[in-house]
């Protein structure tokens, strides 16, 4: 282009000379011949003048071009860093919300608008319906997917975001946030815990985090939100001081059982011994049956201890869960009272199933007794086997009992927590910490005379490597 450009202002160089000659007066006389003579300065004068601007107009597109493309290749960076800003916003797991200084909702990032959509009319009822005011936030503004916000911008909607949005769930902690961060020296907070509930009723811990936007404060733009939701995080960290205790209680129930079983051994065989040498209507006779019995439950209490923190390798068999828990009912029938009737239903002629034939054995067996104990007088057990979406066994448990409180329901599997005269409160504890190894979960609902059910989600190949432990929401 460079060389075409030359050689084309060359050629109009000359052409424009042979038109400046063309254009002076043409005779036969001298004094002709000496004008064009004197025209000869004034003709160079015009061709360095005409070439001077030509070769400044080059120059200049030349710098108008590279400027143009300098300007390009900065937009297409601009563009890139643009694209990949938006991939990391939406990319992003912790909820990202940017609020101007009024606290208007300016932008939020996929996260953010799930958690915002989750706690999003909690309180709403049928009688109670949303307000008009409340539809433009109905859906949270998405700068990143290209929704217009210019009437956020425009300041066309004068509420406060918050002031619609479930106020009392998340509104009040963050400009609660907001608040605390603006004294701030540095105008900024890291680790700020929240705790809400959704319109699920599903509790969600957050850990929020805010910085300004702007150095000076009279060039403020905003504010900056991070939400990290770290339920699963304190869950797990649960789970592992779970763990840790159960190791401990684990060590301390092998040395007592060491340490103890064999003197109650020997103590319950001696009470024994003496009460068959005593006549019944001795007056030591009920006192050393007392000591037998009480040896006797020392022994079972260390044997559920051992149980209940016990990290043995599972022995995983396939057998059929039917007919296990078949077997289960007709043992428990055997102790019932008969005012209580047991029923097992199911639509299956076979459950396949493959985990640890005996632990199982031994948390259904624990459900139905305490089913059938807290039913007083008639009443009635009901065992069904279901399968579910997926694949999984679904085994309800349920009774006409006496049912449970709050605060019961609350520590029903606690180890030690129980509320029989007789009870060690660990066959229940036991029930989960089985039902947990095999992979499954174990849920419960009850309400105070309306008896109880335990749900059991029971996955038909127990996968010890892979094994997700919980309790049903």
């Known amino acids: 282009p460079k060389k075409k450009f030359i050689c084309d202002a060359i050629l109009a160089l000359f052409f424009l000379a042979g038109a400046l000659v063309r254009t002076q007066p043409v005779g036969g006389s001298s004094s002709t011949f000496a004008q064009s ?87 709403e009822t049928v009688r109670r319906p949303q307000p ?64 809400l509930t959704t319109k699920a009723g599903k509790r969600i811990s957050l850990v929020a985090s805010s910085v300004a936007l702007g150095e000076e404060s009279a060039h403020q733009l905003g504010w900056l939100v991070l939400l ?42 001696c009470a024994n011994y003496l009460q068959k040498k005593m006549e019944p209507d001795s007056t030591l006779y009920e006192e050393t049956g007392v000591l037998a019995s009480e040896a006797e439950r020392c022994q079972k209490i260390l044997k559920q201890l051992l149980a209940f923190a016990s990290q043995d390798q599972l022995h995983l068999v396939d057998f059929d869960l039917k007919e296990l828990l078949v077997k289960t009912v007709n043992l428990i029938e055997f102790q019932a ?80 927590y129980t509320t029989k005269r007789d009870g060690t409160g660990l066959g229940l504890a036991i029930t989960q910490r089985i039902i947990d190894r095999l992979g499954g979960k174990i849920a419960v609902k009850s309400e105070p005379g309306s008896g109880t059910e335990f749900s059991i989600l029971l996955p038909k190949k127990c996968d010890p490597s892979h094994l997700v432990p919980g309790s049903l929401s």
Not at 369 to 385: F, H, I, Y
């Open 37 to 123: 003579f004197e025209l000869v300065p004034l003709f160079f004068f015009r061709l360095t003048l005409l070439f001077g601007v030509m070769l400044i107009s080059w120059f200049l597109v030349q710098a108008l071009t590279s400027q143009q493309l300098r300007i390009k290749s900065i937009n297409e960076r601009l563009q890139y860093q643009s694209e990949q800003n938006r991939e990391v916003l939406i990319s992003m797991t912790d909820a990202v919300l940017v609020f101007d200084q009024s606290l208007q909702l300016r932008l939020c990032n996929p996260t953010a608008e799930k958690l915002l959509k989750d706690l999003h009319g909690k309180k």
């Open 337 to 416: 009272p008969e005012e209580v009737e047991i029923q097992f239903e199911t639509e299956f002629d076979k459950a396949p199933t493959h985990a640890d034939e005996n632990l199982l054995t031994q948390a259904f067996l624990n459900l139905l007794l305490n089913a059938v104990q807290s039913v007083e007088k008639e009443g009635k057990v009901e065992v069904v086997l279901q399968e579910i979406e997926g694949g999984d066994w679904w085994i309800t448990i349920r009774d006409t009992g006496c049912g449970m409180g709050k605060e019961t329901l609350s520590r029903l599997f606690e180890p030690f």
């Open 228 to 269: 990290r939701d770290v339920s699963e995080f304190q869950s797990m960290e649960a789970q592992l001081l779970e763990a840790e205790k159960l190791a401990a209680v684990g060590r301390l129930a092998a040395g007592l059982a060491h340490e103890l079983g064999n003197p109650l051994g020997i103590i319950k065989s």
């Open 132 to 195: 008009p005011a409340l539809e433009p936030y109905r859906t949270p503004p998405r700068l990143i997917a290209g929704t217009s916000v210019a009437k956020y911008e425009t300041g066309a909607l004068d509420n406060r975001f918050w002031t619609k949005l479930t106020p009392d769930q998340i509104a009040a902690p963050i400009e609660r946030l907001l608040e605390e961060v603006r004294f701030k020296p540095d105008k900024r907070i890291v680790g700020y815990p929240i705790i």
